[in-house]
């Protein structure tokens, strides 16, 4: 069955950098497009980052665009998400979805913390 | 970016009431608006997708409606199950945007 999990959450401060993982299990990675959205506590939700199949195609949000780098490696079916100079606002928990809108498929969703 | 408009923030009924749920999007966006449930500590759902699409598996009391920047989420016969947030989304360009979900309380 399709599986999403996503790991490397933690307690940052801000300024600071964290690399997020989501290892993908039970369909062809390879052949989908990955997006990250995020909600912070007790808020809604957040699309913050799509990538294509291949990784020639990369959208963000306003709000992480030049500080998150989203990516891949098809090999290692698996999708990262690369964030420096992390904010308070940036506090989260942090999904992993597969395709590029109707998410069908969500990790558990993993828990970054900015905070002095 | 487009703007996604939900109403109400939150609903308070009881089970066996028909639910309807509207999304508002600043601009034109064709179909392309899915619908998510979601609960508390838990990943989001996906129940309708291009406005009106049933995703497998979800039961047929949920149903989606709607085109151009008017749409609606109705659940015909609001089930213990039911009573969760629910989110629209806008696909059709990006960023994509969440409207700012609608809570479904038990009356």
């Given at each position: 069955q399709v599986q999403l999990v996503e790991s490397g959450g933690g307690l940052v401060k801000p300024g600071g950098s964290l690399r997020l993982s989501c290892a993908a299990s039970?369909?062809?990675?390879?052949d989908y497009y990955m997006s990250w959205i995020r909600q912070a506590p007790g808020k809604g939700l957040e699309w913050v980052s799509y990538i294509s199949s291949s990784g020639s195609t990369i959208y963000y949000a306003d709000s992480v665009k030049g500080r998150f780098t989203i990516s891949r490696d098809n090999a290692k079916n698996s999708l990262y998400l690369q964030m420096n100079s992390l904010r308070a606002e940036d506090t989260a928990v942090y999904y992993c979805a597969r395709g590029s809108a109707n998410f069908d498929y969500w990790g558990q969703g993993t828990l970054v913390t900015v905070s002095s | 970016a487009i703007q996604m408009t939900q109403s109400p923030s939150s609903l308070s009924a009881s089970v066996g009431d028909r639910v309807t749920i509207t999304c508002r999007a600043s601009q034109a966006i064709r179909n392309a608006l899915g619908w998510y449930q979601q609960k508390p500590g838990k990943a989001p759902k996906l129940l309708?997708?291009?406005?009106?699409s049933l995703q497998s598996?979800?039961?047929?009391?949920f149903s989606g409606s709607g085109s151009g920047t008017d749409f609606t989420l109705t659940i015909s016969s609001l089930q213990p199950e039911d009573f969760a947030t629910y989110y629209c989304l806008q696909d059709y360009n990006y960023p994509r945007t969440f409207g700012q979900g609608t809570k479904v309380e038990i009356k």
């Open positions: 039970g369909f062809t990675f390879s | 309708i997708y291009t406005a009106s598996g979800v039961p047929s009391r």
